[in-house]
């Protein structure tokens, strides 16, 4: 299974309609790959907070619109990374958005934990509430988001749901790219499962973005990664190795914690 991630620039002085052609023409010349993943809220910048209100679109926006035909068009799965999504009740959302070859909408994932302690987007923007896996022809995919990575508990329940490939958009930023490297490891080797980590490069209203996109395996070792720029990182994947891993060291099968019943108090 072919996996292309790509790690997109966002730069002032891109306009966000201008951006989304640039990025649906990117997506596009990925034909021939099996699943394309884009960054987190690449169209305004994750730390871009005073424009989430004025960039916010409904989910059947125009970057819904763009992100559907790129994918028709390529004949791939994308995951469009995410966009700030205006709930017609009102809250803002930070959403992912996968699609299928066909350009149909597979799944949509609200981000359950948002960044900011009391600011930000923890404020600017409404928590998901439900966990996400959508299914491809070879492999389950379990929806996270930037600062989910994070939450370990969050992945467990994915993999509890049936998710092989974890698949995270973010907007993570340079001063912890050893926490972003780390943590990606950290989830494909507790869950053994694939890990594609897929970040922005440039500035966000004066943050520097971390870049270094990363694919790890289920034994955590790293496949590819990117560099600090805009790039494109392309790698192929054995959906087949999840299962195997799982078999010649099966650690879930130990689980004692978490979803399973608690243990019985010793006498």
Not at 29 to 58: C, H, I, K, R, S
Request: with cysteine.
């Amino acid at each position: 299974m072919r996996a292309s991630l790509i790690q997109i620039a966002v730069e002032e002085g891109e306009s966000v309609g201008s951006r989304r052609e640039r990025v649906a023409a990117l997506v596009r010349e990925q034909a021939g790959a099996d699943l394309v993943v884009l960054p987190e809220l690449w169209t305004t910048g994750a730390f871009a907070y005073e424009g989430f209100a004025e960039e916010a679109e409904p989910l059947e926006g125009p970057t819904y619109e763009a992100m559907a035909k790129a994918a028709s068009d390529a004949g791939v799965w994308l995951h469009a990374g995410s966009i700030p999504e205006r709930d017609p009740d009102g809250p803002l959302y930070n959403t992912s958005l996968v699609f299928s070859p066909a350009g149909d909408l597979a799944a949509a994932y609200r981000k359950i934990h948002r960044f900011g302690f009391d600011k930000g987007e923890a404020v600017l923007m409404a928590a998901g509430q439900e966990l996400v896996t959508v299914r491809l022809p070879r492999t389950t995919l379990g929806l996270a988001t930037c600062y989910d990575l994070r939450f370990p508990e969050l992945f467990r329940g994915l993999v509890d749901a049936g998710a092989e490939t974890l698949v995270v958009p973010a907007g993570w930023p340079e001063r912890r790219r050893a926490h972003w490297t780390l943590l990606a490891q950290a989830r494909a080797v507790e869950n053994q499962a694939y890990v594609l980590a897929c970040g922005t490069a440039g500035t966000h209203a004066g943050v520097p973005q971390a870049g270094h996109s990363i694919v790890v395996d289920p034994w955590g070792e790293v496949l590819a990664e990117a560099g600090p720029d805009e790039e494109i990182l392309t790698v192929d994947l054995d959906p087949a190795k999840v299962a195997t891993t799982r078999e010649q060291f099966p650690a879930l099968k130990d689980r004692v914690l978490g979803l399973r019943p608690p243990l019985s108090p010793t006498p």
